[in-house]
């Protein structure tokens, strides 16, 4: 299924990489699209890696009274102790993984992708980073969480030491009341025992939302994870000749 998507493209004159930023439930690509550009006062772009805000497809949603709705996907309650409904995770897994293969047929590595999310959109960028293809580059998550018992943490419960897994970042409001930061505190914290390595970062003011400052500090990790190609130094300028003037005899010269 290809979703509906906002593109924006490299600034630049390269594209190097993609970062794909999922929305939280209820909401759509243009409508983070929009809340973006309120707390940046501009869209998020760099020269050098498309962005992609694609929407959730309309489904049921059992915490709304099973009303329509954006969603990544099903679950039976807003709750960590709540089991993972994996039929409906496997759906969106695919439609996911056709985002990533389109990228990658356009020449982007795996490792030159990004993934992260608001709410339920930074749970699907942890599934889709440390159980649906863990050689992407990173992932971040705000005021995101995984269910307790989640098919991540059996993902990567196999996983060698020695294997390099995406780097993580998790943002959490402290004031946060709808995804209590504890819940984001433990999902990092379980993350980092199965050998993920990130940080956890938490906002004294926030609630469930995104901050400006969450957004500029993915900005600057984001470019860290993928630097902007250096454009090759200018070839210098051919001296010019020099100027000839007459000599009545050759000068003589050694033989070296």
Not at 195 to 216: T, Y
């Amino acid at each position: 299924m290809r979703l509906i998507e906002k593109v924006f493209h490299p600034t630049g004159k390269t594209h190097v990489g993609t970062l794909i930023f999922f929305h939280g439930s209820g909401d759509t690509g243009n409508g983070l699209t929009e809340w973006i550009r309120f707390l940046l006062g501009r869209d998020m772009e760099f020269p050098h890696i498309r962005v992609v805000i694609p929407t959730a497809p309309v489904q049921p949603y059992a915490p709304m009274g099973g009303e329509n709705s954006n969603v990544w996907f099903n679950r039976k309650r807003i709750e960590m102790d709540c089991p993972e409904i994996r039929t409906s995770l496997a759906s969106i897994y695919d439609t996911v993984n056709e985002m990533l293969v389109r990228e990658m047929a356009q020449g982007v590595p795996a490792d030159k992708i990004i993934v992260g999310g608001f709410s339920m959109g930074g749970a699907l960028a942890l599934h889709t980073a440390y159980h649906l293809n863990r050689d992407l580059a990173g992932a971040f998550a705000i005021s995101s969480f995984l269910n307790t018992g989640s098919i991540v943490y059996d993902s990567l419960d196999g996983v060698s030491q020695d294997e390099r897994l995406p780097s993580l970042m998790m943002f959490h409001g402290e004031r946060d009341t709808l995804v209590p930061p504890e819940w984001g505190q433990t999902t990092f914290d379980e993350l980092a025992k199965l050998g993920v390595r990130g940080q956890f970062v938490p906002h004294r003011s926030a609630m469930h939302e995104i901050k400006k400052d969450q957004l500029l500090q993915v900005i600057k990790w984001a470019n860290e994870l993928i630097p902007e190609p250096k454009e090759p130094s200018p070839s210098p300028s051919p001296s010019p000749p020099p100027a000839t003037t007459k000599k009545t005899a050759p000068a003589k010269r050694g033989k070296l």
